[in-house]
């Protein structure tokens, strides 16, 4: 009877991690087809994708209350990009994240010169939106591209404002 519950124990875990490694190997192909790069670089940035929170977390709370932004570049490599309200000396860093099993280094460009905090443009889409709700009726939705540092604001029919 342990026999049997044993073998049906390891034939059942046998074939989560088939499924799992299935999985993983489609992840990585359509992430190489998404970005053009190879299957090696792809499943390195899959890698530091899934082990990346402890990195930005760091990052907010050594630059908090200045970040314009934070957004992610594919190509040619995977890294990470925060854009910082003020001035400084832009700088790239390589942080070690991972487990005990798989550690990386994950890229981390600071770029300095954003003339305005999140919080700030989070402020300025509120003014925004009392104002252009006297002018526009159908405002779909106010937002702040992070990568830009503007605000965006679409109206239903389709009409893309920077603000």
Excluded: W
Aim: glycine share 6%.
């Amino acid at each position: 009877m342990k026999k049997i519950l044993a073998l049906t124990i390891l034939i059942s875990s046998s074939c989560t991690f088939a499924a799992s490694n299935e999985g993983i190997e489609q992840d990585i192909h359509s992430y190489s087809l998404l970005h053009g790069v190879s299957t090696a670089e792809a499943n390195k940035a899959l890698f530091l994708e899934a082990n990346r929170n402890s990195a930005l977390d760091a990052i907010e709370e050594e630059f908090k209350g200045r970040i314009a932004g934070i957004y992610i570049e594919n190509l040619p490599t995977y890294k990470i990009v925060v854009r910082v309200k003020g001035y400084g000396q832009n700088e790239k860093r390589n942080i070690v994240v991972g487990n005990a099993i798989s550690k990386g280094e994950l890229p981390i460009d600071i770029q300095y010169g954003a003339k305005e905090s999140r919080e700030e443009a989070r402020s300025q889409i509120n003014k925004v939106l009392k104002l252009v709700k006297n002018y526009f009726y159908t405002i779909q939705t106010v937002s702040y591209n992070e990568k830009m540092g503007i605000l965006l604001q679409k109206l239903k029919e389709k009409l893309l404002l920077k603000i």
